[in-house]
């Protein structure tokens, strides 16, 4: 069965008439809902998404109260994965202030992607600037081989031994942890 | 836990939810508190003696329909605050029309009052401790209204809070009405609301913290 909002609306407003079996139907069908809202957010380890799908189900029974039933189901629900997802970055990594939440959720996909952009360029600065531009090319902008050997005016081969003999010196650096 | 037993064990607890279920746990929450402030007047402060006579009069009434009003408009933010998709704020201005009109009964009442007087009239007998017993009872019904939001889902907890706190100071300053003798229109223009906004400010401060989920 699709979850789509009429079937969700219908199973919360029994479940909010004290039907029982709607409303673990209702969670049930949440839960491929839940999952696939957090997976296309967080990129998180699964472990972290299914936390986040239990503590929003526990939300939505908890604090079902709230549901208006005039109003759409899945807005509420969303609202409610939102706030879940801001509380959880928050307690896991203390870095968002508590306030401007609709802010901190907007940034909330491309900070992270920064911060890792930003140590990428650090540990590339290290390399020979040849190995350097054909991880970037390659790893970071999704360029195919030939395209990367096409843009650096270099030999195929030349580009895969760079990013191979690149990506092995960063390996060493990493694990090394020296810096 | 596996997702599934928690389900499982969820739908064990399925009482049936009433349709106004928000308004009656706020209800709840600020009548319960509302009720406290008003026994700590009633110890603690003293009902003003002339209270009787007092309420004949229409500086009384015009007391009490400032700082109800006021409740009025911030309960209304309340409630929108206590679901988790209030997309926009309503009805924000309603808080306007009671400062507005109070506004203009103190100039009316500066233009009939010469102005050696002016000071007197606005610093009443009781300009510094009034803001401050303000706040102090609207705690109890700040802890109303916080014991309701544990039930209900905030998203936007400062706003939420600070909304919680100016609804509990406009109805801790109705409640402070029962004991406090003051008559001019400034001086609950100026005291009043001031001690209703270090309540809301306390509850925009404390929000983020306390009304977490």
Redesign the interface.
Known sequence: MRADEDVLHGLMVD???????A??AL??LL?PVLRGFYRRRANGADDDI?DL??ET???V?????????E??FT??LF??A??KMV?HFRRVRRLHP??G?EEVLLAEDFEPAAAARLDVEELLAILPTKQADMIRATRLNGLSVAEAAKAGGIGESDVKVSVHRGLKALMARIQGGAR | ?N??D???Q???D????R?R??GR?LAIGIALGSLVSAVLVALVLGIRPDLGLAMRGATFWMKWSYTFSLAIAAVVMVVQF????SARLRWTWLLAIPVTLLAVLGIAELARTPPAEWLAMWLGNSWMVCPWLVLALAMPIFIGLLWSFR???P????AAGAAAGLAAGALAAMVYCIHCPEVSAIFVLTWYSLGILLAASLGALLG??LL??
């Open positions: 479940g909010l008439g004290g039907d029982a079996a409303h673990a969670l049930r839960v299914e799908v239990q189900l526990i939300a029974h908890v604090r079902r109260a709230t549901y208006d039933r109003r759409a807005a509420w609202a409610i939102r706030y509380d508590i306030e939440l | 836990m997702t599934e928690l389900i499982a969820l739908s064990q399925v009482p049936p939810v349709r279920a928000v746990r206590a679901r988790p998709d039930r209900l889902a998203t936007r907890l400062r983020p913290r977490r989920w």
